[in-house]
Structure formats: C-alpha cells, structure tokens
C-alpha cells in the first residue's frame, strides 16, 4: 500500500510535518524511564526512532531533560506539568510544520501503512485521529498548528487532555475498521505502560 506521490515531498517523506516522539512523562507505571526500557532488543526510543525516521524528514524526541541517548533533535518542555498537550504545544512553539505527528515513546508497534494513510487524510482538518474501540486515540495522530491557540486557552484552563481537545477542533476521525485495512490488529494504538505489558507484548 504506497503513498500517494502527490502526499510526498521529493524525498519521498510525509509532507509538511514533523514527527514527534513523546518521552517526557513519569513513567510511574513503568517504574523507570520508559524511552530507555530495553524490549526486543532495543530500547522503547530506538524503536520509535526506526518506525518515524523513513516516514519524516524530521523527527524530534519532546523531552523535559536533555537526553544523551538519541541523536535526533529534542524538544526541551521545561513545565511542571508532565501532559502530553504541553509538550507538544511546546513542539509548536520550537518547530516551523504546519502539522505534528505525535506518538507516544512507548508506542513501538507503529504502522507505516497506517500512518500514511492517515496523512492522506488531513486535507483543511485540524487533526487526524484513530477510533480504537469506544475511544478516539488522542497518541499516534496528526496535529495541525491551527490546534494551538485552543490548547493554550485549555492549558491556560487547566484542562489539558487531548481527548477533550479533539473533540473541540475540526478532527477526522478514522473509524476502527477503516483504519484495520492498514494495520489489521490496530498494534499502532498499543502503549508498553507496565513491565506486564513487556512481557506479554513480547511474545507477538
């Protein structure tokens, strides 16, 4: 399943976006720093860093502290708050795209297929989202700049879940079977929260 050429820059990248990987929550679940847990082989940040890097042209790790263990440009959020809206509002802020791809460092199973089906779908939207049983998945989804004078006004609120906010922009929301005929078990949604969750997810 190729992507539209017409959806490509030259270099056969995405056009007109950056891709983000989040690594700056507290991993409390986990019980240590999720982007630098090792599974199959390779840290959850490596495997974020080699689903995104063929798919973008740029790829930036969002981050609170400087990390020593990547070599793609990070993203320094410096707020108290660990929210994933904050650090990609700050991403809007450092970056130049129109839009953001944001995953989540604990995403690993990502599909290329998938993802470039939904660049397909941005077209005048604010965002792109996936339908994952009764949710839309607020991680592994397209961010329009358009996004962010509304999540300044909901991080200026207190309210800084991206759940709420894709319900208060123009979102195309991929519905679940739709979006199967690219990633057949929805793995692109999947989140390592817990060691549990290594194990079990380490056996497919």
Same mark, same amino acid.
């Given at each position: 399943?190729?992507?539209?050429?017409?959806?490509?820059?030259?270099?056969? /990248?995405?056009?007109?976006?950056?891709?983000?990987?989040?690594?700056? $929550?507290?991993?409390?679940?986990?019980?240590?720093?999720?982007?630098? =847990?090792? /599974?199959?082989?390779?840290?959850?940040?490596?495997?974020?860093?080699?689903?995104?890097?063929?798919? /973008?042209?740029?790829?930036?790790?969002?981050?609170?502290?400087?990390? +020593?263990?990547? $070599?793609?440009?990070?993203?320094?959020?410096?707020?108290?708050?660990?929210?994933?809206?904050?650090?990609?509002?700050?991403?809007?802020?450092?970056?130049?795209?129109?839009?953001?791809?944001?995953?989540?460092?604990?995403?690993?199973?990502?599909?290329?297929?998938? =993802?470039?089906?939904?660049? +397909?779908?941005?077209?005048?939207?604010?965002?792109?989202?996936?339908?994952?049983?009764?949710? =839309?998945?607020?991680?592994?989804?397209?961010?329009?700049?358009?996004?962010?004078?509304?999540?300044?006004?909901?991080?200026?609120?207190?309210?800084?879940?991206?759940?709420?906010?894709?319900?208060?922009?123009?979102?195309?929301?991929?519905?679940?079977?739709?979006?199967?005929?690219?990633?057949?078990?929805?793995? +692109?949604? =999947?989140?390592?929260?817990?060691?549990?969750?290594?194990?079990?997810?380490?056996?497919?």
């Amino acid at each position: 399943m190729g992507m539209d050429s017409r959806l490509r820059g030259n270099d056969g /990248f995405i056009d007109n976006c950056t891709a983000v990987i989040l690594a700056g $929550g507290q991993s409390k679940r986990m019980g240590q720093d999720k982007a630098a =847990v090792m /599974f199959q082989g390779k840290t959850l940040l490596q495997h974020a860093e080699d689903k995104l890097t063929p798919l /973008f042209e740029t790829v930036v790790v969002s981050t609170r502290e400087q990390r +020593s263990d990547t $070599g793609l440009p990070q993203v320094l959020d410096a707020s108290q708050s660990r929210a994933p809206m904050l650090g990609i509002a700050a991403c809007f802020e450092a970056l130049d795209a129109d839009w953001l791809f944001v995953v989540g460092v604990d995403m690993p199973f990502i599909s290329a297929d998938l =993802v470039q089906y939904m660049a +397909s779908q941005r077209g005048n939207h604010d965002a792109v989202a996936l339908q994952a049983g009764d949710m =839309v998945q607020p991680l592994c989804c397209f961010y329009h700049r358009s996004c962010l004078p509304q999540m300044k006004a909901n991080i200026q609120a207190g309210k800084r879940s991206l759940k709420h906010l894709l319900q208060a922009v123009d979102t195309r929301v991929i519905p679940e079977s739709e979006a199967r005929v690219y990633d057949a078990r929805l793995q +692109s949604v =999947v989140s390592l929260d817990t060691p549990q969750d290594l194990r079990d997810w380490s056996k497919t």
